[in-house]
């Protein structure tokens, strides 16, 4: 059974960096984009990255361009999101997710969650 388990989220202090992980067992990510997510309570799923299976064009939503990076390993069979200049509002649980492609992620039609890893931002 393929599973996606996120690592890397934790308590970080307003401006600093994180360094979140999705490592795929069960399958390898080839031929699938990769993508991130965020929920608050009480709020919807927030698409926030994603980057298809060849690694080429990543896309970022708007409300994270230029401080989130996403990238993945295929040696490593492992996806990350880089987060930087962290804000209060970016305290979220981060879910990793895998689709056969870019435009399923986007619109949320996500074929593998992961279980989530949780991000907080101290003022």
């Known amino acids: 059974q393929v599973q996606l388990l996120e690592s890397g989220g934790g308590l970080v202090q307003t401006g600093g960096s994180l360094r979140l992980s999705c490592a795929a067992s069960?399958?390898?990510?080839?031929?699938?984009?990769v993508g991130w997510f965020r929920q608050t309570s009480g709020k919807e799923r927030e698409f926030v990255a994603a980057?298809?299976?060849?690694?080429?064009?990543?896309y970022n939503s708007r409300s994270v361009e230029g401080r989130f990076t996403i990238s993945r390993d295929y040696a490593k069979n492992t996806a990350y999101l880089e987060i930087t200049r962290l804000k209060p509002e970016d305290t979220a649980v981060y879910y990793c997710?895998?689709?056969?492609?870019?435009?399923?992620?986007?619109?949320?039609?996500?074929?593998?969650w992961g279980q989530g890893t949780l991000v907080t931002v101290s003022s």
């Open positions: 980057v298809s299976w060849s690694g080429g064009s990543p």
């Open positions: 069960g399958r390898t990510f080839s031929g699938y984009a």
């Open positions: 997710a895998t689709s056969p492609g870019l435009a399923a992620l986007f619109r949320g039609d996500v074929e593998i």
